[in-house]
């Protein structure tokens, strides 16, 4: 799997086909990492998270982590040019579940339409690794597609998925065919689910996941 032919396009093609849409999705708990100190964002892709991300949350330190190294630069150079201060962020080329963190634990990660690129045996793997990195009463942000529960939104949903899964297993070789939630395995590493927003009639949700304090 390689996203690096699509790294010089993917920003035209967001804006294109969805608008400020996604990046709605992936900031609507953006406020929630008030306080926060360290954050993984898995799957950084181009960077657009990190455009709202790193003005709100000044002392936030960031490790961006992302199998292209197409897709890291196009988010290193986007953030330059948005004078981002990118000296609080570290751009990591690793592909998992094989990274393996070498800092303390993170006490928040974030992964924007990452998740479901992965086909379930592997998906466990890769939200095993990334609960290992986090911290005992750490955040995980998740923003990615959905399937509502009945009616025409439903048929939508499944149509719009097969397209988006067909273009992406062609252009990026992706080796997930559907969509596979991750609820049950995040809930299987200690996270219970604190919120959720959908968007655009259930297509889009933006989830808060938290462990909870130790007492």
Not at 103 to 129: G, K, Q, W, Y
Request: aromatic share 10%.
């Amino acid at each position: 799997m390689s996203f690096d032919r699509l790294a010089p396009h993917y920003g035209w093609m967001e804006r294109v086909l969805a608008g400020r849409l996604l990046q709605r999705c992936r900031t609507a708990w953006l406020g929630q990492l008030a306080g926060c100190e360290r954050l993984l964002v898995a799957g950084v892709g181009h960077g657009r998270f990190l455009h709202e991300l790193l003005p709100r949350h000044r002392a936030l330190r960031v490790v961006c982590v992302d199998a292209s190294r197409g897709m890291l630069r196009e988010a290193e150079k986007r953030a330059r040019r948005a004078r981002l201060d990118v000296s609080r962020v570290e751009f990591v080329h690793a592909r998992l579940p094989e990274w393996r963190p070498r800092s303390p634990a993170f006490d928040a990660i974030a992964t924007h339409f990452f998740l479901d690129c992965f086909a379930p045996p592997e998906l466990d793997a890769v939200v095993a690794r990334l609960a290992g990195a986090a911290a005992p009463a750490a955040m995980w942000l998740i923003s990615d597609f959905a399937v509502p529960p009945r009616g025409w939104a439903r048929q939508r949903a499944r149509a719009v998925h097969a397209l988006m899964y067909a273009f992406f297993r062609v252009v990026t070789r992706l080796p997930a065919r559907q969509l596979t939630p991750p609820d049950a395995r995040l809930a299987a590493h200690g996270f219970a689910l604190g919120g959720r927003r959908t968007f655009n009639h259930g297509l889009l949700q933006a989830d808060c996941w938290q462990r909870p304090a130790r007492a």
